[in-house]
């Protein structure tokens, strides 16, 4: 049986990739700052960086399928779901605060599983938030509430 080496894992591989190098060039404009004071370009600049690695392992890893197997199929109801998840947390943050952004974000993007189960999904809400509020709000100092606008 012939097999022939998948598109998709290239394809993807490069726009992760290419995604990575926009904002490691992006983060190229703005102050890095030291390393008792990081500036605004650090975490773009390290996000970047980790992008274009897992790009480059995503186009380089080499999954071969068989000649006469079938395209997988696309999920755009996933991918919509995912997408509405992102913008709930962008439209909320602000005005709601940061647990209800979050809890929406996650609950959103679960439905994109049929699979999901509701326990799974409450739990990852719940060390979402955990993780947000600690890391973004307590530590970094994100200008943000757990609840209501800032």
Request: charged share 15%.
């Amino acid at each position: 049986m012939a097999e022939r080496r998948e598109r998709t894992d290239l394809i993807c591989g490069l726009a992760v990739g290419a995604l990575g190098l926009l904002a490691l060039c992006s983060s190229l404009t703005w102050d890095f700052g030291s390393m008792r004071r990081i500036g605004p370009a650090a975490f773009p600049a390290l996000t970047g960086v980790v992008l274009i690695g897992l790009g480059l392992a995503i186009a380089l890893f080499d999954r071969t399928v068989p000649e006469d197997a079938a395209p997988p199929a696309v999920n755009l109801r996933g991918f919509f779901l995912v997408v509405a998840g992102l913008a709930a947390f962008a439209v909320l943050i602000k005005p709601a605060g940061m647990v209800p952004a979050v809890w929406a974000a996650v609950f959103l993007s679960a439905q994109a599983d049929p699979a999901a189960r509701w326990r799974d999904t409450l739990l990852v809400a719940v060390v979402m938030t955990v993780i947000a509020l600690g890391l973004f709000v307590h530590l970094l100092g994100f200008q943000a509430r757990a609840f209501g606008a800032y």
